[in-house]
């Protein structure tokens, strides 16, 4: 009897031992696991973050291109041709200006413009197309030389069309 409670004893022991053993690896197994997913969970918030912080910084560069459009627009604009921009004449004047950047008048009127973009009127926005690649607006507006300018309305229709003119002052007192 002595020898069966031995065995029994050394049994239950082997088992304590291996549940022990067990817990243990499931333990660690869980540990790893735990820490891989709180790593993944940090880098998950750490990228959030930086979108949070990129959108904001996105918002902010709108909101300044946004508040730059409205200053030029209060203080008149010298800017690249786009046909949206026509509509600006509803509020104001918009003078096309056909550059072609092998013209030396061209450059020369170029060049005085945004010497002098301040002096610009409230109101006005001159677009600036280029003379080689706009041949549809070319024909529309029966342009045939470079160094042509041409006030339109909010719709696009011709106003006034002339060339030459070497200096802001001279398109503004045309308008």
Request: proline share 2%; net charge negative.
């Amino acid at each position: 009897m002595n020898q069966k409670l031995v065995i029994g004893i050394f049994a239950v022991i082997i088992i304590v031992v291996g549940v022990g053993i067990y817990s243990s690896k499931n333990s660690d197994t869980e540990m790893v696991k735990n820490e891989a997913m709180m790593k993944k969970d940090k880098i998950e918030e750490e990228q959030m973050i930086k979108n949070d912080a990129m959108k904001k910084d996105e918002t902010q560069m709108i909101d300044k291109e946004m508040e730059k459009s409205d200053t030029m627009m209060k203080g008149g604009s010298y800017e690249a041709y786009s046909p949206e921009k026509i509509a600006r004449a509803e509020n104001g004047d918009v003078v096309l200006f056909f550059h072609a950047s092998w013209c030396p008048s061209c450059r020369g009127l170029n060049g005085d413009i945004e010497k002098n973009i301040d002096s610009i009127p409230e109101g006005l926005s001159i677009l600036k197309l280029d003379y080689d690649k706009e041949t549809e607006l070319k024909k529309k507006y029966s342009v045939t030389t470079q160094h042509t300018l041409v006030q339109v309305d909010k719709d696009g229709n011709l106003i006034k069309k002339w060339s030459g003119g070497g200096t802001l002052n001279s398109v503004i007192s045309q308008i």
